[in-house]
């Protein structure tokens, strides 16, 4: 059996990623991630493409996104919809889980 040694960075909500960082953590062109911004999915803070800077939960969207998209064949308007979903059942999911917590008590 061989051992394997991997190199990694943890990436947190703080953690922010320039436009060519999300690319290549991503494995996906620029072009892509500014086709995602444009429908919404991705939020980069900063005016400026160039300056454009995105959070940590940017990169999980974009990852999820690409999956979405390879998995199932769903288009960039799509996936926005799915990623919002997906944001909505989240936010519901940990307000249940306060208010089992408060019953609880």
């Given at each position: 059996?061989?051992?394997q040694t991997?190199?990694?960075i943890l990436?947190?909500?703080q953690t922010e990623l320039s436009l060519n960082e999300l690319c290549k953590a991503?494995?996906?062109s620029a072009e892509w991630v500014i086709e995602l911004v444009e429908e919404g999915a991705l939020?980069?803070?900063g005016y400026v493409q160039t300056q454009w800077r995105f959070s940590g939960n940017s990169l999980q969207k974009a990852r999820t996104a690409m999956r979405l998209q390879r998995d199932l064949g769903i288009n960039l308007a799509g996936v926005a919809l799915a990623l919002d979903l997906l944001g909505?059942?989240?936010t519901l999911e940990?307000?249940?889980c306060q208010?089992?917590?408060s019953v609880k008590y």
């Open positions: 059996m061989t051992q991997l190199n990694g990436i947190d909500e991503c494995s996906s939020e980069p803070i909505e059942i989240e940990s307000r249940l208010f089992d917590e």
